[in-house]
């Protein structure tokens, strides 16, 4: 909605090519009047000036009360002023138009986490879940929430599937003071050897560097060091320092050649060496996005180029014909009535077009997480 502007495909009128009439249309646009105000608000918000940004969104939500982008960013700077019950409000407000809001029920749950209700914040986030299996975030902000309610393995089993989900949530949770609770456990210490294989993945060798980058403490990290080769997930190597010779360490070939390589180049910038199947979904799931805001934006020309990628048996047409064989047929006839009828077709087809890309994009996530494993 707050994107860039909708191409025309059609010739366009005198209205449209006429600058006086533009403008009055404008000022008289309740469209173009919210993305106006939209747009002032994020930039104040990046600015951190949250009561402007506040007051704009409310000048927004007079023209269309139930617009859902403006109240989501209506409650995120009400809670970042602390004002805890005005972001509530919002994002019940958001959750009356749309039940099944995961981000609303995720942020909720931050709201109640703030005011030390862990048990509503678990309520919360736990239906965020329902809503969307895959919200990595909300897996994470469950264990937080368990691990404050002395839930100990529960906590431990929502952070392991956050972490299946997006391996960052590993390195996040190190340092994270909400897991006090379960440090000790068992389970936390594999996941230290998790945070600790995604470093060496990442091109980090020397137990300096892999301390550095996890945040983990020094015995820590030699502890899962010695764990991962003991079970033969790394190998370690020796490299001359000066006169003297100190440990490195890396993938052993098996799990490299499964779980990839990230080669560090200039300035500690990597560079990844994914495998074939690992590659092929990365490449559908940025697709995917691609496909999603050039829908959301009108663009018609954009589409139907985005939906080459899932047709083209050179790029992702052979995966979806194996994978999506019913969504791939699809896209082929949304392709043919786009060029047909263009805009009027994106409008009337626009929710189903999403919803059916966006079921793709969930079993691609699933997909992706099986092959890292």
Known sequence: MFGKKNKKIEKKTKEETDPVVTKETSLVDPSYNIKKLFKKGINLMADEKLDDAVEVFEQALRIEPDNVEVLMKLGYARFHLDDHNDALKVYDKVLEVDVTNPEAWNLKGLVHYEQKKYAQALDAVNKAIESDKTYGMAWYNK??????????????????????????????????????????????????????????????????????????????????????????????????????????????????????????????????????????????????????????????????????EFIDPTKSGEQMIENFFEEHREIRLWKIRLNDRGEDYIIDNKDKMIEVLENVEVTITKKLRDEIA
């Not at 431990?156 to 972490?163: E, G, R, V």
């Not at 000790?184 to 995604?198: A, P, W």
């Not at 779980?259 to 990597?270: A, D």
Request: proline share 2%; charged share 35%; aromatic share 6%.
């Open 143 to 308: 264990a937080c929430f368990l691990s404050l309610l002395n839930q100990v393995p529960e906590s431990l089993q929502a952070l392991k599937h956050s972490i299946e989900i997006d391996v960052k949530n590993a390195r996040k949770s190190i340092r994270d003071k909400d897991f006090t609770n379960v440090r000790i456990e068992e389970g936390f210490k594999r996941i230290q050897e998790v945070v600790v294989l995604e470093s060496i993945r990442q091109g980090y060798h020397t137990l300096g560097a892999i301390v550095w980058t996890t945040f983990l403490d020094k015995v820590d990290a030699e502890s899962s060091l010695r764990k991962l080769l003991e079970k033969g997930l790394i190998v370690q190597n020796e490299k001359r320092d000066g006169l003297s010779k100190i440990p490195i360490y890396d993938l052993a070939d098996n799990i490299a050649e499964k779980i990839g390589k990230e080669k560090i180049g200039m300035f500690g910038i990597t560079k990844k060496k994914l495998p074939k199947p690992v590659k092929n979904l990365k490449a559908m799931s940025q697709a995917i996005q691609s496909a999603k805001e050039a829908i959301e934006d009108g663009d018609i020309e954009k589409t139907i180029k985005s939906f080459d």
